[in-house]
Structure formats: C-alpha cells, structure tokens
C-alpha cells in the first residue's frame, strides 16, 4: 500500500462527516479546505485533505481507500477543475 493512500485514507471517516451538511452542493476547493479547516478533527491536517483524493471520478497513485479500494464511498464528484459536488452516501 502506497504511504499517501494511507495518510489520506485517516481522514475519509472525519472528512466524510465535515461534509455531510453540503451533500447535494457544488463547493469549490477553497470552500472545501475552509471547511476541513474549521471541523476541529481535521484542524491540524487540514493541508493534507484534498477532494481529489476521495473522487468517483478522479483516480491518482494516491487516492484514499474509497476511491482504490472501495471501502467506503467516495464523498466527492468531480464537476471540473476546481469544483466538486458533494455526493449522497449512506
Ligand atoms: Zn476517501
């Protein structure tokens, strides 16, 4: 398992909850880092959490769990560059 993966995938459970409010929105990745940034979990490692890495759409080497594994649900939707909607999971 690559290291991002699992530096990523620490924070899917807690970045998944920051973002269940916004579920059915469009955010951009400033308005996402802002959020991450004031979920007290996440404060610290704010700068670490990119959307990309919990995309349906959007793979890289080191996305999270959901999007390699599929374990969990990827929380995002990549819309274009810069915009993400944030998915309906369970
Ligand atoms: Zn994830």
């Not at 769990?65 to 990827?74: I, K, M, S, T």
Request: proline share 4%.
């Amino acid at each position: 398992m690559n290291g991002w993966t699992k530096t990523v995938s620490r924070f899917h459970n807690d970045l998944k909850v920051a973002m269940e409010p916004y579920q059915g929105r469009q955010l951009r990745t400033h308005e996402i880092a802002k959020i991450t940034f004031n979920t007290p979990n996440l404060t610290h490692d704010s700068q670490f959490i990119y959307p990309s890495d919990h995309c349906i759409n959007h793979t890289n080497k080191g996305s999270c769990f959901c999007v390699l594994h599929g374990e969990g649900e990827p929380i995002f939707e990549k819309i274009k560059r810069g915009l993400y909607l944030v998915r309906k999971t369970g």
